[in-house]
């Protein structure tokens, strides 16, 4: 690795001479080199370990010279993967970065060189950088992208593709298209109805019904993904391996092993993902958090999950006996791409759009439609954006006659480590409850508006408030931007879908289980079946 590293890290020192800016914010110990990296860059570098505590000197046997972690001009950092895992050497995630190349190019080990908050490049400079970096080193291998991460001023617009352009999408476009930091330059959907209003918005922009298609363009630094949940995985790790940053619609996944491809994926190429749980930024779930953290509640002991099902789509679902007969597709959906991993099965408007929801093998009904909203909400004021349940419980009634397979009717009672209890059933209002030894406090969603017994829990505490939607959707372009870390991100979005998943296991298994959130397993291996669709040829998530 040393020698192709060594000729790649002096081609960087001989073509990109930017002036190091003490301005510009650097994060936690940037400097995270295990190799010379050439003249230019000699003195500043410095070894750095995963827990960036080793402050001495590195000698650099190929230079002779002793390097000086404190005169580092230029922000670049090595990562690897250990045998521990993946490590990003002297870097804390979430840090926005400007340039990554995946160096499977150079070693085996899979080492990364990443620029941070270095230069200004124009897209068209970055691919050619790459193509002459390649060139420099020899290597005739593939390159894995790393992040597109965004390289411009703050001025330039950010190009955006949106994968799914009905319902959700639709928004997501809307939204995106007014903005003047923000240009859409793809639109992506199989249905050529959604992808013609699409292109009717965005007449500019370019259009396939192939994700695939979209998500691998140069001209593309971020993703929006607002596809039907079974194509969640598939399309976010396909932009994640082309180094697009992406914001993905809840729930994450539609299973939990599906969720931990896209929170690996994310991870591994180094890209931003903020997951569409817009609930966490309303005012109201701030003020929520600071009264937890606050201990104002005391210890929290159980959590009360409401999700009514009284809703009329919600009633059509559970009661509906005598769907329409199955036909052939409309001439303007390619249903066989639609179904994309899924089995294949006849073409029914009830199994398509809005009510895919309800059939398990697209979405996971009500509980990780509005669940994970509300179970969201549980675990981001909790602090278990990195954790989940210890034991799972739910029984639920299926809906009517055998077409739509998705619980409405349900409880469930999972525990959670410390002992917190998480109960949920089908009561009003849409929301939760905090119980603790020191009082209650309601969160309504949707838009959680707040009550508290007693009322001084709330005393003295106030958030910035804004459109839930615009907030969040903002936050992840100022994340992109070099901003503040995202609010929902992959593994938050990963947990929270897990969550839910893990009911639905229980309800279709008519059992309870215990469950590891460390390694995302049970002691029941038929719970552990459950957690990976099987994927119809030719759809993987193998890399």
Request: charged share 20%; glycine share 10%.
């Amino acid at each position: 690795m040393g020698g192709s590293l060594a000729r790649l890290a002096h081609f960087l020192c001989d073509s990109i001479l930017v002036p190091w800016n003490p301005n510009r914010p650097r994060g936690p110990d940037l400097s995270g080199m295990d190799q010379c990296v050439g003249p230019s860059l000699w003195r500043p570098a410095r070894r750095a370990h995963s827990s960036v505590s080793d402050s001495s000197f590195f000698n650099c046997e190929t230079c002779r010279e002793e390097l000086d972690p404190a005169r580092l001009p230029y922000n670049l950092v090595f990562g690897g993967e250990s045998s521990d895992g993946y490590i990003e050497y002297g870097h804390q995630a979430p840090v926005a970065a400007d340039l990554m190349i995946a160096a499977s190019v150079f070693s085996s080990c899979e080492f990364h060189l990443m620029k941070n908050y270095l230069t200004r490049l124009t897209r068209a400079d970055r691919r050619d950088f790459l193509k002459s970096a390649l060139a420099a080193t020899g290597s005739v291998a593939a390159l894995s992208a790393g992040p597109a991460a965004y390289a411009g001023s703050p001025n330039d617009r950010l190009n955006l593709a949106i994968v799914g352009t009905g319902g959700m999408g639709s928004g997501h476009l809307a939204w995106h298209a007014d903005r003047p930091d923000v240009q859409v330059v793809a639109v992506c959907d199989v249905d050529a109805s959604h992808l013609q209003a699409a292109q009717g918005r965005v007449p500019d922009a370019f259009a396939s019904p192939d994700f695939r298609q979209v998500v691998t363009r140069d001209d593309v630094d971020a993703v929006v993904v607002a596809t039907p949940d079974h194509w969640h995985a598939l399309a976010a790790v396909a932009a994640a391996n082309a180094g697009k940053h992406i914001y993905c619609e809840k729930p994450l996944a539609n299973s939990v092993g599906e969720g931990r491809a896209i929170a690996d994926a994310v991870k591994r190429n180094g890209v931003i993902l903020q997951t569409g749980s817009h609930e966490r930024s309303n005012r109201g779930a701030s003020i929520a958090k600071q009264v937890v953290d606050g201990g104002r509640l005391g210890k929290v002991h159980t959590v009360q999950i409401r999700l009514p099902n009284a809703d009329a789509h919600l009633q059509e679902v559970e009661n509906f006996t005598t769907p329409p007969p199955d036909r052939d597709p409309p001439p303007e959906l390619d249903w066989n791409f639609w179904l994309g991993h899924t089995p294949v099965v006849p073409y029914n408007e009830k199994r398509c759009h809005f009510f895919w929801r309800f059939h398990s093998a697209y979405g996971g009904g009500e509980i990780t439609d509005r669940g994970a909203h509300v179970i969201d909400l549980a675990h981001y004021i909790l602090g278990f954006d990195d954790s989940g349940p210890v034991h799972v419980s739910a029984v639920g009634k299926p809906p009517a006659g055998n077409f739509y397979d998705a619980f409405i009717t349900f409880q469930f009672e999972n525990e959670y480590p410390g002992g917190l209890k998480m109960i949920g059933d089908n009561s009003g209002p849409r929301g939760l409850s905090l119980i603790g030894d020191e009082g209650k406090l309601d969160i309504a969603v949707h838009g959680c508006a707040l009550n508290a017994e007693p009322s001084s829990l709330l005393d003295g505490l106030d958030a910035p408030g804004g459109e839930a939607y615009s907030v969040h959707r903002s936050g992840w372009l100022a994340a992109i931007r070099g901003g503040a870390p995202v609010v929902a991100p992959a593994e938050a979005g990963h947990r929270t879908a897990t969550a839910c998943h893990l009911n639905n296991i229980a309800m279709r298994l008519g059992k309870s289980f215990d469950w590891d959130p460390a390694t995302e397993q049970s002691p029941d291996a038929e719970v552990n079946a459950q957690l990976m669709p099987q994927m119809r040829s030719p759809w993987s998530l193998q890399a």
